[in-house]
């Protein structure tokens, strides 16, 4: 059983001494050396043993020290000379041992073995994380530098309405997460949504840019899916055509979004030419990396690989590559964004469109939509075909009317009982945002026999789409 000496006086003594004996605290003895009665408890537990003595007395000290070996020493006094005192005392006595002294004079002990609790600068960071807009760390765990911090989710945050497996979290982890007073366990398939805490622990430097990331509501994407776009090109597989567009579509997404990295990986080149056509497609980008597949080892293997190499945040890929069920597989399983590239240029692009379908899933897309629309400064154009009214819809419809606001986005939402296929392919130039379901991918030979607009939307081949995976 662990031997713990505290020497005690002063007003912040008697809160202490009290807290500590209304905690579990019988897998330890404790010495208890005071100078004052008033600071006793009423409670005086078993395992407590008191001591009334002025601490600066060398020879009363060195006998209570003397009994036992204290595993740990906690000195809370009320007087400056009186603290330097006793911290002199107790390395007199024992040259070697590690202390903790309450100090809210700013003394400089200079002595590598006491840990010095600052009260000032307690003080100060406990204040300062009431003020909003500011990091809450856990000031005395750890190496005391903020490697574990409080994190709300705001409402409009890309991290709202993401369950935690789709965040990207190198060299940091959520590891507990609050909502309505209660803490929910963490699994995979948790969705964060606003006004949830979290608490997170990593590196301080990388959690003050996840505070940041967090609590910034737009120009964010496509974090938190990653960092990096990732552009797949298979030349046995893909036209020269159609490899090219996809790298402009690559180019376009990387200039206008908050990617950090464009990722072009190239396999089975067959002709030199397409490779120069793409470095010089990319010649101008500083941030990119070019790889080269010549083995033929199977998109399996390459996608496995450049998910663990690359902290990718979206997917660029073609529709011919859409039918490869190796290349689906792995998307679907990666949990990340697709950018499905139409035929439609991307550099006449107006709107972002959403046809509003599933309440529950395009509630989710709703913060991915308005941070894309931020970045690419496009309008926001909502097909809603509700002809009976549906109370969830309208509620979708408010919830998307309310964070146009949020964003100061511009909004035009269609509510009416025309078909909402007819309503989309009667526009152009749109990047439609839809929800990732995996019957997308599937052989569908007669479409008349879905009524699903997101299926449905998906078989447009001429759009450009992002699609986001979400929980159904």
């Known amino acids: 059983m662990k031997k713990v000496l505290i020497l005690l006086d002063g007003i912040v003594a008697k809160s202490l001494l009290q807290r500590l004996v209304e905690l579990d605290t019988s897998h330890s003895m404790y010495d208890i050396v005071y100078m004052n009665d008033n600071i006793l408890p009423i409670k005086k537990p078993k395992n407590f043993t008191f001591y009334n003595f002025d601490p600066t007395s060398f020879s009363k000290l060195k006998l209570v020290m003397s009994k036992v070996l204290h595993s740990d020493i906690l000195v809370i006094l009320g007087n400056k000379n009186d603290t330097i005192s006793v911290a002199q005392n107790i390395r007199a006595i024992d040259e070697n041992i590690n202390f903790n002294v309450f100090n809210e004079w700013g003394i400089d002990f200079q002595d590598k073995n006491i840990q010095d609790y600052n009260a000032v600068d307690i003080l100060a960071n406990g204040l300062i994380e009431r003020l909003p807009n500011v990091p809450v760390v856990a000031q005395n765990i750890g190496l005391k530098q903020g490697e574990i911090m409080e994190i709300k989710i705001p409402f409009g945050s890309s ?18 997460l609050y909502r309505n007073n209660m803490m929910l366990n963490i699994r995979p398939t948790l969705i964060l949504k606003p006004n949830d805490m979290i608490l997170v622990i990593g590196k301080p430097k990388v959690l003050l840019q996840v505070y940041a990331a967090i609590s910034v509501t737009s120009g964010q994407f496509p974090v938190p899916f990653g960092k990096n776009i990732y552009v797949f090109v298979d030349l046995y597989l893909q036209s020269e055509e159609d490899a090219l567009n996809s790298i402009k579509k690559a180019r376009f997404l990387h200039e206008r979004l908050s990617s950090s990295m464009l990722v072009i990986k190239i396999t089975r080149p067959s002709f030199a030419r397409v490779i120069d056509q793409i470095k010089e497609l990319t010649k101008h980008i500083e941030n990119k990396i070019i790889e080269l597949d ?25 529709n011919t590559l859409l039918h490869n069920e190796v290349i689906v597989s792995k998307l679907i399983s990666s949990k990340k964004p697709i950018f499905k590239v139409g035929v439609e240029n991307i550099n006449h692009l107006k709107t972002i469109t959403m046809v509003l379908n599933n309440s529950q899933n395009y509630e989710q897309l709703s913060p991915v939509l308005f941070d894309i629309t931020s970045q690419l400064k496009y309008k926001v154009n909502i097909i809603n075909s509700d002809p009976i009214g549906d109370s969830d819809r309208t509620k979708l419809v408010q919830h998307l009317d309310s964070l146009a606001k949020i964003f100061n986005q511009d909004i035009k939402i269609e509510t009416n009982g025309k078909n909402p296929l007819s309503e989309l392919k009667a526009k152009t130039n749109i990047l439609q945002i839809l929800p990732l379901k995996e019957e997308m991918f599937k052989k569908r030979i007669i479409s008349f026999f879905t009524t699903d607009s997101d299926l449905l939307s998906y078989d447009l081949k001429y759009l450009n789409q992002i699609i986001i995976p979400i929980i159904e």
Do not use: L, P
């Open 294 to 318: 010549y083995n033929d080892i199977g998109a399996q293997i390459i996608f496995s690989t450049d998910m663990k190499k690359y902290d990718i945040g979206m997917f660029v890929i073609t």
């Open 159 to 176: 991290y709202a309405y993401r369950y935690i497996s789709s965040i990207s979290q190198k060299e940091w982890k959520i590891f507990a």
